[in-house]
């Protein structure tokens, strides 16, 4: 499969056929540049005879004589570096002695004339084969070997270290039993104290609240052998009338073993009675006979903006005179209030604060940076029954038209649009869904059916249920107000209602 060709005993093709033509041989020159560049007839070599001849190098001037003393050796047989005149080998250099060893001079290193030659690297004996405490390991790096340290040098140390444990222990000794010791009493002693009065800026919380919390009241209320501390707020101190929540005296009302008692910020007390409560708004108002209250100022919430700062004052958990401070954290939250154990069913646009409120602040006040009442405590939302810096208090602007109704009449009236309705969305728009109607009441003769949802009142954007009540809520009866809908999906509709008492 792999034989040889015939006729090639080589393997190879012969030489022409291995080069397709011969290299030319190289052309004559012509007379003219044998005549330019050519060598002359006469001439056999490649330099012309009797060229001149090259000087001949100078020899080396001998050293000077003062070089000769200094630095030639003193005897032809002597080589090498020498010692120094009147110098000695010695244990260690010096400048008498300038050689570690006896025989350094003899050191090839050190003799200049010393033949070269090559050799090993350097090999270190194994660490066993080594004397002394200081031993060179395989890669030239020295250290202690403690085992050969002498019995001697070991014994020193233990010693040294035990003398100063001794030493060390005796002077602590001597320093406790020698020192001292204090009498226990001292009947001369006198604590330093600070004779400046505190500063506080005009407007501090200390001065709201000592302005405050005169008119802040704490209400308590027994049944038989239970009850219940809440808060109020004197809002007519010649008349002893007192603003608090409905669902802090709702329980004693047309009770006759009940007992309600107002107890004031300088500890005194007294019966108070029920003028008049409202369950709609969670607002009631009690009478004391004590004239001469301290009462308090009464502001507005329209000038207010979320980030005010804000104090709280009530009894918290029973603990009178109590004293919180936060911001207003939000503003017209619709909250709807019901408490077990009260006939309160409320929904109000709560002023929302960040003060601690707690169970017992319930009727105390909320007041703004100027000292004045803008908010009635009423409510918290809390996981445990604790602050958890949600607080909702009764807008004071509304609390005030409650109360004046409740002290003239005994009871406050309310706009009602006649519907029941639950909070719905489609994804993309909020609004309250009305599953109820009154017959012949605002809505229905405004036409409005179940299943409609309001979106809008009166230009208030209707989310919630709680956004219609509070929206309608805030006219009077005899009020027409403008509902917008949405019915099937469809196109919102616009219709006119008018309003009736509830």
Do not use: C
């Not at 250099?93 to 350097?122: C, E, F, Q, V």
């Not at 000292?371 to 607080?391: D, E, K, Q």
């Amino acid at each position: 499969m792999f034989a040889r060709p015939a006729g090639r005993p080589d393997g190879f093709d012969p030489p022409a056929a291995r080069h397709r033509a011969a290299a030319p041989a190289p052309a004559e020159p012509s007379p003219a540049l044998r005549s330019a560049f050519g060598r002359p007839a006469e001439v056999g070599g490649t330099f012309a005879d009797g060229r001149p001849p090259l000087p001949p190098r100078p020899a080396a001037p001998p050293p000077p004589e003062a070089v000769l003393r200094a630095f030639a050796p003193p005897g032809t047989d002597r080589r090498g570096l020498q010692e120094p005149p009147g110098g000695r080998p010695g244990s260690r250099r010096t400048s008498s002695g300038p050689w570690w060893k006896a025989d350094a001079r003899n050191d090839p290193w050190r003799d200049p004339h010393a033949p070269a030659a090559l050799t090993g690297p350097a090999v270190f004996p194994d660490e066993d084969e080594q004397d002394g405490p200081v031993v060179v390991d395989g890669k030239g790096r020295k250290r202690l070997r403690l085992r050969d340290l002498s019995i001697r040098i070991s014994a020193l140390v233990l010693l040294g270290v035990l003398v100063i444990g001794a030493l060390g222990g005796a002077l602590g000794y001597w320093l406790t039993r020698t020192a001292a010791e204090s009498p226990l009493l001292d009947p001369d002693s006198q604590l330093s104290e600070v004779d400046e009065g505190v500063v506080r800026e005009p407007g501090s919380v200390a001065e709201i609240a000592e302005a405050i919390t005169p008119a802040v009241v704490s209400i308590e209320v027994r049944l038989g052998d239970a009850g219940a501390t809440g808060s109020g707020v004197v809002v007519d101190g010649a008349n002893g009338y007192i603003v608090t929540n409905n669902h802090v005296v709702s329980a004693a009302d047309g009770n006759d073993d009940a007992e309600i008692r107002a107890v004031f910020s300088d500890g005194s007390g007294s019966e108070a009675r029920i003028v008049g409560r409202d369950p709609a708004s969670d607002i009631a108002v009690i009478k004391v006979e004590k004239p001469g209250l301290v009462e308090a100022s009464l502001g507005s919430v329209d000038d207010l903006v979320v980030g005010d700062p804000v104090i709280a004052v009530g009894s918290p958990l029973g603990l009178a005179g109590t004293v919180t401070s936060g911001i207003v954290s939000a503003l017209d939250r619709p909250v709807r209030l019901s408490g077990e154990g009260s006939d309160t069913n409320a929904v109000i646009s709560a002023v929302q604060t960040d003060a601690p409120i707690n169970p017992g602040n319930s009727g105390g006040a909320l007041v703004d940076a100027t000292g004045s009442v803008i908010g009635i405590n009423t409510a918290i939302a809390s996981l445990g029954g604790g602050s958890v810096g949600l607080g909702f208090a009764i807008p004071i602007d509304h609390a005030r038209d409650i109360a004046e109704q409740l002290i003239s009449t005994g009871e406050a009236v309310h706009a009602t649009l006649g519907v029941n309705a639950r909070s719905v969305t489609d994804g993309t728009r909020d609004g309250a869904l009305v599953v109820n109607v009154e017959p012949d009441g605002p809505a229905a003769e405004a036409g409005l059916r179940e299943q409609d949802v309001i979106i809008a009142l009166d230009g208030m954007p209707v989310g919630s249920s709680e956004d219609l009540v509070v929206a309608y809520d805030a006219h009077r009866p005899g009020d027409r107000v403008t509902i917008e809908y949405v019915r099937g999906g469809d196109e919102s509709t616009t219709v006119e209602a008018v309003l009736t008492q509830a």
